[in-house]
Each structure stands twice: as C-alpha cells, then as structure tokens.
C-alpha cells in the first residue's frame, strides 16, 4: 500500500512577498508582483517589466562571504527552503538524515552569473572567471546546497522542465515517499533570469508580453487578449512526509 503524502511545511522568496503570510496577503489583495524592469541595459528591449523580487536580503539566511559564491537563484532556493524547514518544525538527526531529502529544480539556473564570468572571460581573460562560477551556478547546486546546509542524506536531485520545473519536483518528490524510499522531501523550484540577457532572449522568440505601459494587467494566460507571458523571479519550497511519518 502506497503511502499518503502530506505537506507539513511551505516556505517562499516571490514578487508579492519573502515569506508565506505577506505574499498570500497580497494575492487575496489582487495586487500584481509586475512592474516596470529594475534593472540596466533596458535601451533596445521590446519588454521593459517583469515580475522581480523586492526587499529580499540574502544576509538573513546566508553568510555575505558565502553568499557571494551562489547564485541568486540559490539564495532564493536556500531562503524558500529554511521557510519550510521551520514551518514544518522537523529536526534533522543523525538517525533520520538518511530518510530526508531535497528535490528542487531550476529551468536555467545561474544566468547572472554566466552573464557575469562571461564579461569578465571576454574583458579581462580566463584567469579573471571565478572558481565559484560553475558550482555557484549549476542548476543542482540549489538542492544540493539545501541538503549541504540542513544535513540532509536521503535521495537529493533537480529535475528541470523548463516551466514546469518546480512542478515535476514536488511530483518526483511525492513518488519517493509513495514508494517508501524516504519519510521527509523539500520540494520545489527557483529561478532568477529577469537580468537584461534573460529578457532579451526570451523577447527574441517573441514569448514575452509587450504591454510595457500596463505592467499589472500584462500577464493574462487565460485572456483572448493576451500576448505573451511575463519574466519573473523567485523560489517556493513545500515540505512533504508520509502520513505515518
């Protein structure tokens, strides 16, 4: 008999909030995480907005010294995660570690700091790349921090799918508990690529939205009107166990 899968645990880094409470207060608001891009290099772009996360500050949950070797969509994975982690209020021990473990994906992973190493490769020369450039921006290298931090052992991997990334996480995740193969999964997906790079190659297969002057209206999926979807950032991590756990 395959067991029942409860969450017991949420934790999130998004446009409408850093933690569970603030941002479902704004969704029941109806307010819109979209607005006019934050960001340089904005001259030449057909789409000037984007939903970006705001306030976020990585010092909270991770040393600044560490914290400069990651990623940002790690620092949002590691956030979400350390949310879900208290929530759900499990302790890690020696003897449960090997039962626990940690699913979350990215569709692209560390675009700001390829971007980044990249201008530094093609300014500067190789020697000027960071030692930290592919673990802090390898997509696994999100889970694997999680588990890295919280000392989990169980089964530790990142499914990416594109859109749906976070989505066949939380999924795999659930099948690992059904089959009795773990008690406890932090599950879920980040990603940061709202940086000029991501907006612009997103924007040259014509996949973004344009309504440049209406930002909070512009994402409309399900609309007649709608033109494309909107670029955004962020991280949402559930803690799932089995029932009997």
Not at 105 to 125: F, Q, T, V, Y
Not at 149 to 158: D, E, I, M, Q, V
Not at 210 to 237: C, H, T
Request: net charge negative.
């Amino acid at each position: 008999m395959r067991e029942r899968v409860v969450i017991t645990g949420l934790g999130v880094i998004t446009p409408l909030g850093n933690d569970v409470d603030s941002m479902w207060t704004a969704l029941l608001a109806g307010q819109s995480g979209v607005d006019h891009y934050d960001g340089e290099m904005t001259d030449g772009l057909m789409t000037t907005i984007a939903a970006q996360v705001k306030g976020f500050d990585v010092n909270q949950y991770i040393d600044p010294k560490e914290a400069r070797k990651l990623d940002t969509f790690i620092h949002y994975a590691v956030a979400a995660a350390d949310q879900a982690m208290a929530d759900s209020g499990l302790e890690v021990t020696e003897e449960n570690a090997w039962r626990f473990g940690v699913a979350i994906g990215s569709g692209i992973g560390g675009l700001p700091m390829i971007a980044e190493n990249h201008g530094k490769l093609r300014d500067k020369g190789p020697r000027r790349v960071s030692p930290f450039f592919i673990p802090g921006s390898i997509i696994n290298m999100a889970s694997g921090y999680v588990s890295i931090r919280h000392k989990l052992a169980g089964p530790n991997f990142a499914a990416v799918t594109a859109c749906t990334t976070g989505t066949h996480n939380i999924g795999l995740a659930v099948r690992l508990i059904e089959a009795g193969d773990a008690d406890a999964m932090l599950a879920g997906g980040c990603e940061m690529t709202t940086i000029p790079l991501g907006i612009a190659g997103f924007g040259a297969v014509r996949a973004l939205s344009k309504r440049n002057d209406d930002p909070g209206a512009a994402s409309r999926p399900w609309d007649k009107d709608r033109d494309g979807f909107i670029l955004g950032e962020g991280a949402g991590v559930l803690m799932l166990e089995s029932e009997s756990h």
